[in-house]
T-cell receptor, first 112, second 112 residues
Framework: GQQLNQSPQSMFIQEGEDVSMNCTSSSIFNTWLWYKQDPGEGPVLLIALYKAGELTSNGRLTAQFGITRKDSFLNISASIPSDVGIYFCAGPVSGSQGNLIFGKGTKLSVKP | SAVISQKPSRDICQRGTSLTIQCQVDSQVTMMFWYRQQPGQSLTLIATANQGSEATYESGFVIDKFPISRPNLTFSTLTVSNMSPEDSSIYLC?????????FGPGTRLTVL
């Protein structure tokens, strides 16, 4: 079945540093989604990508939809303490009603 | 956007009992979903709940264990039946609105 492989599993960085995380799959996805989950909360959508090669920014966040449609990356520039959380990539399960499959997440810790 | 609330936010239950989780969306939505997130893990889809039809369960989840109701376009419930400690998880309600999937804050369930 479809799987999303997300790396790294966790990151410990200094405030102000840039962060990069990625997601790969052996299957093609037509949409890539990046969510952030704060402790005790549900995931919140950060960026949605709909076209191969698409590069989209949302403030300090930038995400790209890989040209092969099998990968995506998320960059965070100039990290701040509130960037702490778990970042998930997600994509729709093929042939479904829009069900999402999620990667295992990247846990980000930011040291002030 | 959609705002989703869940009740209860957390509960501690005894083995063998059942818990019903409520999910309320502030907009009318056709598609609602229930996910499980085990401690430190990613999200796994339990079932899709569309108003006016039976819920569709994913592999590994059955109606007898996780009965779902969807009485109208803004509300759904998930029951975790005959609970065991392995059911300890966060249960997340999700709704699809304008091609975006929103999540509730989750219900943290601990089964003793």
């Amino acid at each position: 079945g479809q799987q999303l492989n997300q790396s790294p599993q966790s990151m410990f960085i200094q405030e102000g540093e840039d962060v990069s995380m990625n997601c790969t799959s052996s299957s093609i996805f037509n949409t890539w989604l990046w969510y952030k989950q704060d402790p005790g909360e549900g995931p919140v959508l950060l960026i949605a990508l709909y076209k191969a090669g698409e590069l989209t920014s949302n403030g300090r966040l930038t995400a790209q939809f890989g040209i092969t449609r099998k990968d995506s990356f998320l960059n965070i520039s100039a990290s701040i303490p509130s960037d702490v959380g778990i970042y998930f990539c997600a994509g729709p399960v093929s042939g479904s009603q829009g069900n999402l499959i999620f990667g295992k997440g990247t846990k980000l810790s930011v040291k002030p | 956007s959609a705002v989703i609330s869940q009740k209860p936010s957390r509960d501690i239950c005894q083995r063998g009992t059942s818990l019903t989780i409520q999910c309320q969306v502030d907009s009318q939505v056709t598609m609602m979903f229930w996910y499980r997130q085990q401690p430190g893990q990613s999200l796994t889809l339990i079932a899709t709940a569309n108003q006016g039809s039976e819920a569709t369960y994913e592999s590994g989840f059955v109606i007898d264990k996780f009965p779902i109701s969807r009485p109208n376009l803004t509300f759904s419930t998930l029951t975790v039946s005959n609970m065991s400690p392995e059911d300890s998880s966060i249960y997340l309600c999700s709704a699809r609105l304008s091609d975006t999937q929103y999540f509730g804050p989750g219900t943290r369930l601990t089964v003793l």
